[in-house]
C-alpha cells in the first residue's frame, strides 16, 4: 500500500473513523467461523496524460472468466455471498470520488467469503461499466484460423465492459488479493510529427452514452495484474495510472 496514496485520501476526506466503526460493528453482529467481508470501489481515473504516456501490450491472456464465480449476478459458490449496498461501509468514499470529478466511480461490490489457501481459492468475477461491443462490431466478430489444413472459428467475446475481469482473495500468514483486470479505453489513431501512430483516449464515446466512436476507433485494453499482500481492517489502496482500487478486508466472527 502506498501510503502517501493513502494520506490523499485521508485528507480528501475519503476514509473516516465512522467508516471504520460501521465496518467493525457489521463484523461484530455476525457469527462465524474463518469468513472475510471485502468490499472494493474500483474508479477511473480521469487524466488523458496517464493513457498517453505509457504504452499499453495487447494480445496478452484474457482473463479466465470461467473459473470465476460471478456471484454478483446471482451465480453460486459454496461460501460466497454478494452483499446489498445496505451493508456498505465505503459509501461516502465513493460519493467523494464520484464527486470529485477526477474519478469515475466504475464499480462498488462487497461481499463475503471463506478464507480460502491459493490452492482451493476462487476467483470473483467483477464486469462494470459500459459494453462497447456494439459500438465496435469489428471486435467481436467470429475469427478464423487454419489448423490441419481446415478453417477453424475461434470464438470473439459477446461483450466488451469497460472494466472486467476478476479479483482473488487468498488467506494464508497474510490476506493476499490477486486482480486481473482489463479495462477497456475507447481511442483512435493520431498521427504524430514523427508519423508514428499512438493511441488517445476518446473521452467523448466513455463519458456520452449517446455518442459514437471516430471512425477507425478501437478499444486499447489495459491489463491491470496487481497481488497486494495485507491484513484485515486495513484500508488499501491500489493505484494505477487508469485505474484505482480502494479496499477493505474485515473477518467475520472468530476469524483472524
Not at 472475510?36 to 481515473?45: D, G, K, Q, T
Not at 504516456?53 to 491472456?61: G, K, V
Not at 499512438?198 to 466513455?206: F, G, P, S
Amino acid at each position: 500500500m502506498k501510503t502517501s496514496a493513502l494520506h490523499r485520501l485521508f485528507a480528501f476526506g475519503l476514509v473516516t473513523c465512522a467508516t471504520l466503526a460501521s465496518a467493525t460493528a457489521w463484523a461484530a453482529t455476525v457469527p462465524a467461523q474463518n469468513r472475510y467481508r471485502v468490499e472494493m470501489i474500483l474508479f477511473a481515473i480521469n487524466d488523458p496524460d496517464n493513457f498517453t504516456q505509457e504504452q499499453w501490450p495487447q494480445n496478452l491472456p484474457a482473463p479466465d472468466m470461467d473459473q470465476a464465480v460471478d456471484v454478483f449476478n446471482g451465480q453460486q459458490a459454496s461460501g460466497f455471498v454478494a452483499l446489498p449496498a445496505s451493508d456498505y461501509a465505503l459509501d461516502d468514499a465513493a460519493k467523494r470520488l464520484q464527486a470529485s470529478g477526477r474519478y469515475t466511480v466504475l464499480a462498488h461490490v462487497a461481499w463475503e467469503q471463506p478464507g480460502l489457501s491459493i490452492k482451493q481459492a476462487i476467483p470473483v468475477a467483477i464486469t462494470a461499466g459500459r459494453d462497447y461491443a456494439p459500438l465496435y462490431p469489428a471486435l467481436t466478430a467470429p475469427r478464423y484460423v487454419i489448423q490441419g489444413g481446415q478453417s477453424v472459428e475461434i470464438p470473439s467475446p459477446q461483450h466488451l465492459y469497460r472494466l472486467s475481469g476478476t479479483i482473488k482473495v487468498v488467506l494464508s500468514r497474510y490476506l493476499h488479493v490477486y486482480t486481473n483486470l482489463i479495462l477497456n479505453i475507447p481511442s483512435q489513431p493520431l498521427i504524430g510529427s514523427s508519423g508514428q501512430t499512438r493511441q488517445i483516449e476518446d473521452t467523448a464515446v466513455i463519458d456520452n452514452p449517446s455518442a459514437q466512436p471516430t471512425p477507425g476507433g478501437s478499444l486499447t485494453a489495459v491489463h491491470i495484474i496487481e497481488h497486494r499482500r495485507t491484513r484485515s481492517r486495513v484500508l488499501n489502496y491500489v493505484d494505477q495510472p487508469l485505474l484505482g482500487i480502494l479496499f477493505e478486508i474485515w473477518p467475520v466472527g472468530n476469524s483472524r
